[in-house]
């Protein structure tokens, strides 16, 4: 077996275990390991594909490779993002009761 050979079933493993882990619900796809899972099994599969490429995988990848950087950038944007609103909600927020904002009811 040749070391792309290698990588590249490292790849495979990388994918199954993300997704058999998702299927389990042991991870979630806002978790970060599974962001990083499926990350690793496109990059070595790509790397697989420098010494027999084929083009639909490559093309497979490519895009799995994508989604996957694009679904674990709005992950942490939605991670940070709430606890900013709870730090400092707005005085007229719907939210909030009127005596809080100082009216009797």
Do not use: H
């Amino acid at each position: 077996m040749s070391i792309a050979d290698f990588v590249g079933l490292i790849g495979v493993a990388a994918y199954l275990s993300a997704y058999g882990l998702l299927q389990l619900g042991v991870l979630k796809v806002e978790d970060g390991r599974y962001a990083l899972l499926n990350g690793v099994g496109a990059l070595a599969i790509l790397y697989s594909l420098i010494f027999d490429f084929n083009l639909p995988s490559f093309i497979t990848q490519t895009a799995w490779l994508i989604f996957t950087v694009i679904g674990y950038a709005r992950s942490r944007s939605r991670r940070t993002r709430p606890e900013a609103a709870l730090k400092a909600p707005a005085a007229d927020s719907p939210g909030r009761g009127a005596a809080v904002r100082g009216r009797a009811g």
